[in-house]
């Protein structure tokens, strides 16, 4: 083919891969999941030309699965994207055979536990959770935004099945880990504080809840001014358990 006549080295083509790569991770970090689609898609099939049968231990071609899968779960292509997520897992359970916690181990492993939440497969997902989480205290220790993630994941499920209790200490350890790396004011500990105040009006916490919920407002108004999804969504919320306080005090009376 032309290509060949052009790149005859294979260290050229495999820095291709790479530059395809790298520019569908850029693509997906401004949320062109098309264009970041069709640069995995470049570099899978450079890759598969260039390593043939050895294609189930490369760890390109397992990152590029694992992009494609996650790209398919966003556009709630679910079944595509579990074809994709399994496929990284064979790789990557090739070449870590003795490295079980790897970090790209525990990471699709964490994938396929949200395809299967999306999906409302709540067993499934339930020890792929723990999996992951296990995995990523293993390898990083407590103050990791990786782990901070697993427990905020984990919390997520436990409260959508009803296990308040359980989800309670998991969501605050992961608002604690994220104060720590990040400061107060960032989005993703305003997100925490949204998700325990959702979790603490389930629980009949209502006065806890109304200071988280006030909270998160306070660092998204300071990040992103009046008018932000994220700060309307952290209203309606505050809106519904002002509505709950209001009749609870009604039936007191």
């Not at 790298?22 to 899978?44: D, H």
């Not at 790789?91 to 409302?120: E, R």
């Not at 500990?189 to 009949?204: E, F, R």
């Amino acid at each position: 083919s032309t290509y060949k006549k052009i790149y005859p080295n294979n260290d050229v083509t495999l820095l291709l891969v790479e530059i395809y790569y790298i520019k569908g991770e850029i693509a997906k970090a401004k949320k062109k999941p098309q264009f970041a689609l069709n640069f995995y898609e470049k570099a899978l099939t450079l890759s598969k030309q260039l390593f043939a049968n050895k294609s189930d231990y490369m760890l390109i071609n397992g990152l590029l699965y694992n992009a494609i899968g996650e790209l398919s779960r966003n556009e709630h292509n679910y079944a595509n994207a579990l074809t994709y997520y399994e496929k990284a897992l064979v790789i990557f359970k090739n070449l870590y055979k003795n490295c079980p916690n790897h970090p790209n181990l525990s990471d699709v492993t964490s994938n396929i536990a949200m395809l299967f939440y999306s999906q409302g497969k709540y067993m499934e997902a339930l020890p792929l959770f723990e999996s992951s989480l296990e995995k990523r205290r293993i390898v990083f220790g407590t103050y990791h935004s990786s782990v901070a993630q697993s427990l905020n994941n984990y919390a997520g499920l436990l409260h959508t099945l009803g296990k308040y209790h359980e989800a309670l200490p998991m969501y605050e350890e992961s608002l604690a880990i994220k104060s720590k790396l990040f400061g107060q004011n960032h989005t993703d500990v305003a997100s925490s504080m949204n998700n325990l105040g959702l979790l603490l009006k389930a629980l009949g916490k209502y006065t806890e809840a109304l200071s988280y919920y006030n909270q998160a407002l306070l660092i998204q108004r300071k990040l992103y001014g009046s008018n932000h999804p994220h700060i309307a969504s952290t209203l309606n919320n505050k809106a519904s358990l002002l509505i709950s306080m209001q009749q609870q005090l009604q039936a007191k009376d």
